[in-house]
């Protein structure tokens, strides 16, 4: 375990989450020289955001020298006079290089516009497919966890229990599995400090992992999770976070998967329902529909 930063002493407000459950973090103060990291920043945003960054960039470049060719009235040969459209189409062949001929520039103030927007638009373009095929190649894993944790008797046991599956067509090789539980918790001095635990699981890893994996935790004396009561498990400050990595079969790349969950995602005195059924030899199915559904079995309370 490791302590990380003094937890305030006032109740926090419910917090809102990102689609893998983890918080949405607000950073103040960052250091001003944070811009530097675009690349990182293009490659973590969604394929929508992402093309929309890009489309948006490349359009107000177009309408910027659109602008500048409009300053000198007739610096452009063949544009109709007083027409933005025509520069902005202008700039759009001369970023790309195509030059159809029609419309050229008549001034030495165009020539110099012309020389720097194709310096531009040769840097530009090769940058953006760059970025493209280095997110398109971007090694991903597609897991899918259960919606909520559960805490049930297993061989008499008070267990902790998750469930995964691997919705991609293919193998993790050598799947490896980590689980953490962060809490606040008082010292015997009255300080409040935020600490994590590592939960040990049944099994932590899983040499071919292709359909669904059930994650246990048993809830022994030495558990973290010991003594916690259903109260203490809907404190918003108790936090799981899930981490799976392992070998793509396909590509012979590690990827990896993660999740959150918090203490009101825990269910007691439920299991999952079975979601796997063998209808012929050397068959195999598994129904997602029913992956994250729970049934009520017997006192399971730890």
Not at 88 to 93: I, Y
Not at 137 to 144: D, E, F, M
């Amino acid at each position: 375990m490791a302590d990380s930063f003094e937890a305030g002493k006032q109740a926090r407000p419910r917090r809102r989450r990102a689609r893998n459950g983890a918080p949405i973090i607000h950073r103040i103060g960052v250091p001003h020289d944070s811009w530097r990291d675009v690349y990182h920043f293009l490659l973590s945003r969604s394929w929508a955001t992402f093309f929309g960054i890009v489309i948006a960039l490349y359009l107000a470049l177009n309408l910027i020298f659109a602008l500048l060719y409009a300053l000198q009235p007739g610096s452009v040969a063949g544009v109709a006079p007083g027409s933005a459209l025509d520069d902005f189409f202008f700039s759009v062949e001369t970023m790309a290089t195509i030059g159809f001929g029609v419309m050229h520039p008549a001034t030495l103030y165009a020539h110099w516009l012309v020389t720097a927007e194709a310096l531009l638009g040769i840097l530009f373009v090769p940058l953006a497919t760059g970025l493209i095929i280095a997110k398109f190649t971007l090694p991903t894993a597609r897991v899918l966890f259960s919606r909520n944790l559960v805490i049930a008797p297993v061989d008499g046991v008070p267990t902790l229990m998750f469930r995964l599956a691997n919705i991609r067509a293919n193998q993790i090789v050598e799947a490896r599995i980590n689980l953490t539980l962060t809490r606040n918790v008082t010292t015997r001095e009255g300080l409040r400090l935020r600490r994590m635990f590592d939960l040990s699981l049944q099994r932590n890893t899983n040499p071919q992992f292709a359909l669904s994996w059930m994650v246990m935790h048993p809830i022994g004396p030495e558990s973290p999770c010991g003594g916690l009561t259903q109260a203490a498990w809907r404190d918003e400050d108790i936090v799981i976070l899930a981490v799976v990595t392992g070998l793509d079969a396909t590509i012979s790349t590690t990827v990896h998967a993660r999740h959150v969950y918090h203490g009101t995602d825990v269910l007691f005195g439920h299991a999952f329902e079975d979601i796997l059924s063998w209808p012929e030899a050397g068959e195999v199915h598994i129904d997602y529909r029913r992956f994250h559904a729970t049934h009520a079995v017997a006192a399971g309370e730890s």
